[in-house]
C-alpha cells in the first residue's frame, strides 16, 4: 500500500472512507471513516471499527485520493 501524500508540515491524520461488500458480487458500499497518520493505522483501525460482520471484502481510500465528480452547490 503506499503513503498518502500530506501537505509539508501537516503531521495531523488524515481521513479514510471504509467500504465493505458481502460477495464478490455485491456492490461495495459506504460504511464510515477512520483517521489515521500512516495507510498501515488505517486498516487496523478499519478492521478494528467495522469488523463486526464477515465481509468477504473491506476497502480503504484515503478521501484525497477520491476525485468529487459533482460540487455541492
Same mark, same amino acid.
Given at each position: 500500500?503506499? !503513503?498518502?501524500?500530506? =501537505?509539508?508540515?501537516?503531521?495531523?491524520? !488524515?481521513? @479514510?472512507?471504509?467500504? +465493505?461488500?458481502?460477495?464478490?458480487?455485491?456492490? =461495495?458500499?459506504?460504511?464510515?471513516?477512520?483517521? !489515521?497518520?500512516?495507510?498501515?493505522?488505517?486498516?487496523? @483501525?478499519?478492521?478494528?471499527? @467495522?469488523?463486526?460482520?464477515?465481509?468477504?471484502?473491506?476497502?480503504?481510500? =484515503?478521501? +484525497? !485520493?477520491?476525485?468529487?465528480?459533482?460540487?455541492?452547490?
Amino acid at each position: 500500500m503506499s !503513503a498518502v501524500e500530506r =501537505p509539508a508540515g501537516e503531521g495531523s491524520a !488524515a481521513p @479514510y472512507e471504509v467500504f +465493505s461488500r458481502h460477495s464478490s458480487e455485491d456492490v =461495495p458500499h459506504h460504511l464510515g471513516q477512520v483517521r !489515521a497518520t500512516t495507510d498501515d493505522d488505517a486498516v487496523v @483501525y478499519a478492521w478494528t471499527l @467495522y469488523d463486526e460482520r464477515k465481509w468477504k471484502d473491506l476497502f480503504i481510500v =484515503p478521501r +484525497s !485520493a477520491m476525485t468529487q465528480l459533482i460540487e455541492p452547490e
